[in-house]
Every structure is written in C-alpha cells, then in structure tokens.
C-alpha cells in the first residue's frame, strides 16, 4: 500500500471519528445538564431510555445493519446492491418501529406526558444508526458526517433551549432528539439522493429465512455482549454497592474514546474487507489483518499516557488517591485490548461466522464474571476491572486463533488456483 492510499484511510479514519466523537460528546453534554436540571426520578427515567436505546442499536447492528453493510460491499451488480438495501432497509424500520412502541409502552406507565416522544426518539436513532451503516458501505463517509454534524447541532441548539426554558424539560427534551434524528436522517436520504423504498413482501421474508442460521447467532453473540459489559456493574452494585462502582465508571469514562475510535474502524473497514474476501483476494485481506493491529496499538497506548498525565487534573475531587490510579490503569488496560482484536472481529463477522463470536463471547463472560465475583469476595472492589481485563484478553487471544488459521489456508488456496 503506497503513501497515497494510507493517507486516504487515515482521513477516512479521522471523519468516521469524528462523527462518532461528535454525537458522543453531544451526549454526554446532555446527560451532565439534564442531571442538573430535572429531578433525580425524571434523569434516572431519560438514562433509562438511552440504556434501552443503546441496547436497541447493537440489535439493530446485528439483525439488518451489519448484513446489509456485508451485502452490500459484496454486491458485484448495483441492482443487487439496491435489493439489499431494500431489503434490510424494511427490516431496519419494523424493528425500529417495535422499539420505539415498547419504549413508549413502558415510558406511559412512568411519566404524564413525553412517552410518545421518548419512544419515537428511540425509534428514529435506531433507524438512522442502520442508514450509516450502509451509507459507510457505499463509501459515502463525507454525507454520513454532514448528518452526524446536522443531528449534534440541531441536537445541542435545542438542548439549550430547553434548559434555559426551565418548564417540561424531560418531554422537551425527548422532542429535541427525536427532531435531532429526523434531521439526521433526512440529511442522509435528500443529500445521498436515495428515496424511503420499503418492502415485507415475500422476497424479504425468504431472505431473512436463508439468513436466520446465521443471525441466530448474531443475536445471540450480541445478547452475550451486552450481558458482558453490563454484568460487571451489576455485579459490583449488587455485593458492593453504587458507590464502590462509581470510581471504575468514572474511569472506564476516561477511556470511552478508545471505544469510539475502535467502532469508526470497524466501520471503515468492512466494505473494503467484504470486497476483498468476495473476490477471494485473500493476500491483501492478510496484509491488512498484519498491519494495523501495531497501529491500533501505538494510539492505545499513546492515549493512555495523555490520559494518565492528565489524571491529576481531571481526577474528581471524591476520588483522589492511589486508588483511583490503580483503577484507571486497569480501565486502560481493559479498554485498549478491543483495538487488538478488532480485525479478527471483522473478518469473522464478514465470514458471518457468528457461531464462534458468541460462543468466544460466552467463554470470556464467564470467565471474566467469575473472575470479578471471586475478587468482590476477596479483596477491594477496586481490582474488579481484572475480571473486565481477563474477559477482553480472551476475546483476543482466541479471535486471533480462530482467524489466523483459516486466513492462512485461504492465502494458501488463493495461491495455488
């Protein structure tokens, strides 16, 4: 790969970032305002919403927005392109359509007014969270973060607004989002020239038929995920309690860009990585799983050591010590490990083998979750990110043990046809 193309990429890198940094700032900017500005029932009602949300995005990923992002890069037609993103697109607006009732549902028994909003806020960000995802596969990065640009703006406009209003912020709110997202979305669908086409014809339902088996599996790696990243707070809130929680959340925040930064990647890759292994051009698929793991790595660290630099100045006041030291550079350890495997993760994803992510992620589940309530028994709730750690180290090592194998095989096959 010449100097030309790696410049290419790394642009295409910075954009997806910062997008990907843009909406998460403008979040968290919403949740330290609305924390000061609404009661603790009605902050804990919108935090809700935006855990059920983001759950409601990794299903999303894994029933319509990934396949379609592997389809898609993998179509040698425009017309078979066209008939996924139809076809995936349809799939995409009913389960975001079911999300946003259920949240809805559940929000009417909660609040007096504001449960239609809430519901339609996360309807309309599941469904714009699936058109990015194939407008990255199509190779339309620069209209994907003209929207992420749009929804922040228009976001964080109406955000102020509403706090400095002061009356019914919580239902104000949840319209500011929903309008945030129906603004994102018509950015991609009227700048991408690309009209609403949607279908629950027959043709769909046999394509989801054909897919189920691997699906299934999807579903299921994601459920064990989310299980993952979720089990250990809960567990450390439930024998230890919120407040010996509160310093590993605070530090795992420090690092949430690492995540970030591992997601715009992953997004960037997988057309080109599904084009490749389409044409069975397996050697350049080999030369990309060799060089950016070394990369990856280099910026995990490099942002480590801001970050601990910069600890004295950003550590809370409540949190100073040695302890929380020790508790970021466990976060760090345990946030950076994604970076190493997130090529492994791709190419099993493209080979939609399913199967081995979840039963990988089971493994490190529990493993990890076992790890973690040995440790609240036995010494200070602080060490709980080694179970954390311990699960990520076994997504690594065996996400590079299945992969490497096959890519040899594959790289062998290629060469002697």
Same mark, same amino acid.
């Given at each position: 790969?010449?100097?030309?193309?790696?410049?290419?990429?790394?642009?295409?890198?910075?954009?997806?970032?910062?997008?990907?940094?843009?909406?998460?700032?403008?979040?968290?900017?919403?949740?330290?305002?609305?924390?000061?500005?609404?009661?603790?029932?009605?902050?804990?009602?919108?935090?809700?919403?935006?855990?059920?949300?983001?759950?409601?995005?990794?299903?999303?990923?894994?029933? !319509?927005?990934?396949?379609?992002?592997?389809?898609?890069?993998?179509?040698?037609?425009?017309?078979?392109?066209?008939?996924?993103?139809?076809?995936?697109?349809?799939?995409?607006?009913?389960?975001?359509?079911?999300?946003?009732?259920?949240?809805?549902?559940?929000?009417?028994?909660?609040?007096?007014?504001?449960?239609?909003?809430?519901?339609?806020?996360?309807?309309?960000?599941?469904?714009?969270?699936?058109?990015? !995802?194939?407008?990255?596969?199509?190779?339309?990065?620069?209209?994907?973060?003209?929207?992420?640009?749009?929804?922040?703006?228009?976001?964080?406009?109406?955000?102020?607004?509403?706090?400095?209003?002061? !009356?019914?912020?919580?239902? /104000?709110?949840?319209?500011?989002?929903?309008?945030?997202?129906?603004?994102?979305?018509?950015?991609?669908?009227?700048?991408?020239?690309?009209?609403? @086409?949607?279908?629950?014809?027959?043709?769909?339902? @046999?394509?989801?038929?054909?897919?189920?088996?691997?699906?299934?599996?999807?579903?299921?790696?994601?459920?064990?995920?989310?299980?993952?990243?979720?089990?250990?707070?809960?567990?450390?809130?439930?024998?230890?309690?919120?407040?010996?929680?509160?310093?590993?959340?605070?530090?795992?925040?420090?690092?949430?860009?690492?995540?970030?930064?591992?997601?715009?990647?992953?997004?960037?890759?997988?057309?080109?990585?599904?084009?490749?292994?389409?044409?069975?051009?397996?050697?350049?698929?080999?030369?990309? &799983?060799? /060089?950016?793991?070394?990369?990856?790595?280099?910026?995990?660290?490099?942002?480590?050591?801001?970050?601990?630099?910069?600890?004295?100045?950003?550590?809370?006041?409540? &949190?100073?010590?040695?302890?929380?030291?020790?508790?970021?550079?466990?976060?760090?350890?345990?946030?950076?490990?994604?970076?190493?495997?997130?090529?492994? *993760?791709?190419?099993?994803?493209?080979?939609?083998?399913?199967?081995?992510?979840?039963?990988?992620?089971?493994?490190?589940?529990?493993?990890?979750?076992?790890?973690?309530?040995?440790?609240?028994?036995?010494?200070?709730?602080?060490?709980?990110?080694?179970?954390?750690?311990?699960?990520?180290?076994?997504? &690594?090592?065996?996400?590079?043990?299945?992969?490497?194998?096959?890519? *040899?095989?594959?790289?062998?096959?290629?060469?002697? /046809?």
């Amino acid at each position: 790969m010449n100097a030309q193309a790696i410049r290419q990429i790394i642009l295409r890198l910075v954009v997806m970032v910062g997008g990907e940094a843009m909406q998460s700032a403008f979040h968290l900017g919403l949740n330290i305002a609305l924390l000061h500005a609404v009661s603790a029932r009605d902050y804990g009602v919108f935090a809700l919403v935006m855990v059920v949300g983001g759950l409601g995005l990794t299903y999303i990923r894994a029933f !319509t927005a990934l396949p379609a992002s592997i389809a898609i890069a993998q179509s040698r037609r425009l017309g078979a392109a066209g008939a996924y993103e139809v076809t995936f697109g349809s799939a995409a607006m009913l389960l975001s359509l079911l999300l946003g009732l259920a949240v809805t549902g559940a929000l009417s028994v909660w609040l007096d007014e504001g449960a239609l909003f809430g519901g339609a806020f996360v309807g309309l960000w599941a469904l714009r969270t699936h058109l990015r !995802t194939v407008f990255f596969a199509r190779g339309r990065q620069m209209l994907v973060s003209a929207s992420d640009l749009a929804f922040t703006l228009s976001g964080a406009a109406g955000t102020i607004w509403v706090i400095w209003d002061e !009356t019914h912020i919580l239902l /104000r709110t949840f319209s500011v989002m929903t309008a945030a997202n129906a603004l994102g979305i018509a950015v991609l669908l009227v700048l991408g020239r690309r009209a609403i @086409r949607a279908s629950l014809g027959r043709h769909v339902r @046999r394509r989801y038929r054909r897919l189920w088996r691997e699906l299934r599996w999807s579903v299921l790696s994601v459920t064990i995920t989310n299980l993952q990243g979720q089990g250990m707070a809960l567990m450390v809130a439930a024998m230890a309690g919120p407040a010996a929680y509160a310093p590993i959340a605070a530090a795992l925040v420090n690092f949430v860009p690492l995540r970030i930064v591992s997601t715009a990647f992953a997004n960037m890759m997988h057309p080109e990585l599904s084009k490749l292994m389409a044409h069975r051009d397996f050697a350049k698929v080999g030369e990309r &799983l060799r /060089r950016w793991p070394l990369p990856l790595a280099c910026l995990g660290i490099l942002y480590g050591i801001v970050v601990m630099v910069a600890l004295p100045f950003i550590e809370p006041n409540s &949190l100073e010590g040695t302890r929380f030291l020790k508790i970021s550079i466990l976060a760090w350890v345990m946030s950076s490990l994604p970076m190493l495997y997130v090529m492994p *993760r791709i190419w099993l994803e493209i080979a939609q083998d399913f199967r081995s992510i979840a039963i990988l992620s089971a493994i490190a589940a529990a493993a990890g979750l076992l790890v973690v309530f040995v440790l609240l028994l036995t010494v200070s709730p602080s060490w709980a990110l080694l179970g954390g750690a311990l699960s990520e180290i076994i997504v &690594l090592i065996g996400s590079w043990a299945i992969v490497l194998p096959r890519q *040899r095989a594959a790289e062998a096959a290629g060469q002697l /046809r």
